[in-house]
């Protein structure tokens, strides 16, 4: 979930992404600008959940677990170079994803009003799906 609770995300029990959705309520709370970077978050919050169970059940303590997660990220990304940046676009139009390789750099929503909830997670789950290799439509599109 995102701090605000608006948007949620589930994913299975290694991090890979299952559904994403928004919670009535979204807009007076994110609002058409800060959708789509709360879609996001709920997605990463829900993987960090994911790996940090199995380092919580062994008896590490929960910031020890986030520190251990976030430094291996880091040895991570310092070490290989950096794709080029990516954007994936919903069947919709309506939610934009920006990537480099296999990994999320930011979102973005195209005009949308609050009676586009539905349309916006759909967009959402399909681009989504689409960066786990299981194309439904998205296209892709240079970053500029």
């Not at 062994?58 to 070490?79: K, N, P, Q, V, W």
């Amino acid at each position: 979930m995102d701090r605000t609770g608006s948007a949620y995300a589930v994913v299975d029990p290694v991090g890979r992404f299952v559904d994403i959705g928004l919670r009535p309520g979204w807009w007076p709370a994110l609002g058409p600008v800060r959708v789509a970077a709360a879609l996001v978050e709920a997605l990463e919050a829900a993987r960090m959940q994911a790996a940090l169970a199995p380092l919580v059940q062994r008896g590490e303590g929960r910031d020890r677990a986030r520190s251990r997660i976030t430094a291996a990220y880091r040895l991570i990304d310092e070490g290989r170079e950096q794709p080029a940046l990516q954007v994936i676009i919903g069947p919709r139009g309506l939610f934009r994803l920006h990537v480099r390789g296999g990994r999320v750099d930011g979102a973005e929503v195209g005009p949308v009003t609050p009676a586009d909830t539905e349309r916006i997670a759909a967009d959402a789950r399909d681009v989504l799906t689409e960066l786990a290799g299981g194309r439904v439509g998205a296209r892709y599109a240079p970053a500029g």
